[in-house]
Structure formats: C-alpha cells, structure tokens
C-alpha cells in the first residue's frame, strides 16, 4: 500500500523567510497530493493540492512542486507570517479514494 | 468551499458508555466518507471508509463491531464507538468529498472524545 514520508518533522523560521517542507511517496498509481493545515483542536483545513499531471500549482504566498519521476512533492510558503504557524500534512490518494497522510511538520513562525 | 460539519465537538462519558458521532457535509453531496482517528501530535490514521447505502470498508486492525459506521443518506454518517474505554479516547475526525479518486477531500472539525 501507499506509504507517505514527510520531513522534517518540526521547521522554525523568522516572520518574511520561506518555509519548504517534504514528502516522499511509495506508490506511483498515486495521483492527487493535497496539502494541509491544522490547528491546534481543529480539523485539517486543505491549502493546496496538486495532481499527477502538472509539475507545479502555486496560490498567492504557497506553491506545490511534483516529481513524478523521483515520487516527491513539496510545499513552499513563502512571506511567513505568524498565522502560519500550525502543523502541517501532506498526504496522497490510494488506490481506492483514501488518503494517506504523512506524519506532520510543526511550522512555528517567530515576529 | 465546501462545508463539513461534525458534531459534538467534545463528549466526556463513563467506560461501557456508547457514543455517536454524527458528519454532515452540508452543501454538497458526499458518496463516499472517511473516518480518522487522531492521537496528540501524531498523524491521521484512517480508520474506515464509508459509503452510502453499502457496508463501510474497514482498515486493517480497526474493530468493525467496535466501531460501528453508517452512511444513510448522501449528507451523513455516523461512527458509533460501542463500549468505549479509556483506550478509545482519541481525537475522531471525519471528511467528505464530491466525488471519488483524486477529488479534494474536506474535514470536520473532529470530536475530542475522553473516556473515563
């Protein structure tokens, strides 16, 4: 089955500095990467999601890049800001509909 | 966007107490549900998919009896956790999508469940 790696697991940056965070996947039928933010007590909240037939997706201050070929997608936010700071997921589509989420970054976002 | 709905929030009970946990996915139509289980700061674990008018498709290790699912209708399901125990205490969260394959798929707000 799909096996998803994230790194790294928690990521601290000044307030106007990039944050990139990773992830590997295992299974190459997989073709829908989303990426999302949750916050402490609250429900993952979907940001950006890419899908296996564009290499790159950007929305205002977040970006998302796919290889295929190397099974790794990332997310970019650029500009942080402090209401960055949450924890972030990325995550892939099984074979049937599910997903399978990677195990988390901590992005904290110092003023 | 799309709005899921999960409720209650927070429920305390007492072990050997059954507890329901409903979603809704209130402006769109939902074939297809998932449900996670969330420990403190670690990742969603899938628990089992549900689909409406058919039986829930369970992940490995997950206790279809314990944890019981129903899809009814195109806008709801419920997870029921049967005899909850303190080990059941967890954080339960629930998403919907329009569609299947690689469709956005949209969460509740989860239920924080502790069990005395």
């Known amino acids: 089955g799909e096996n998803v790696e994230q790194h790294p697991s928690t990521l601290s940056v000044q307030e106007g500095d990039s944050a990139v965070i990773k992830c590997t996947y295992s299974?190459?039928?997989?073709?829908?990467f989303p990426w999302y933010k949750q916050e402490l007590g609250k429900g993952p909240q979907l940001i950006i999601d890419?899908?296996?037939?564009?290499g790159e997706k950007k929305d205002q201050r977040i970006a998302v890049t796919l290889n295929k070929t190397a099974k790794h997608f990332s997310l970019h936010i650029t500009e942080t800001q402090p209401e960055d700071s949450a924890v972030y997921f990325c995550?892939?589509?099984?074979?049937?509909?599910?997903?399978?989420f990677g195990k988390g970054t901590t992005l904290s976002v110092s003023s | 966007g799309a709005v899921v709905s999960q409720h209650p929030s927070w429920v305390i009970c007492k072990s050997g107490t059954s507890v329901k946990i409903e979603c809704r996915s209130l402006?769109?139509?939902?074939?297809?549900m998932f449900w996670y289980r969330q420990f403190p700061k670690q990742s969603l674990m899938l628990m089992a998919t549900s689909n409406e008018g058919s039986k829930a498709t369970y992940e490995q290790g997950v206790e279809k009896d314990k944890f019981l699912i129903n899809h009814a209708s195109l806008t709801l399901s419920t997870l029921t956790v049967t005899s909850a125990h303190p080990e059941d205490s967890s954080f339960y969260i629930c998403?919907?999508?329009?569609?299947?394959?690689?469709?956005?798929?949209?969460f509740g707000d989860g239920t924080r469940l502790s069990i005395l």
């Open positions: 890419i899908r296996s037939n564009v």
């Open positions: 998403s919907a999508g329009r569609d299947t394959g690689n469709q956005p798929q949209h």
């Open positions: 402006d769109f139509q939902a074939t297809t």
């Open positions: 995550a892939a589509n099984t074979a049937g509909t599910a997903l399978i």
């Open positions: 299974d190459s039928a997989s073709n829908y």
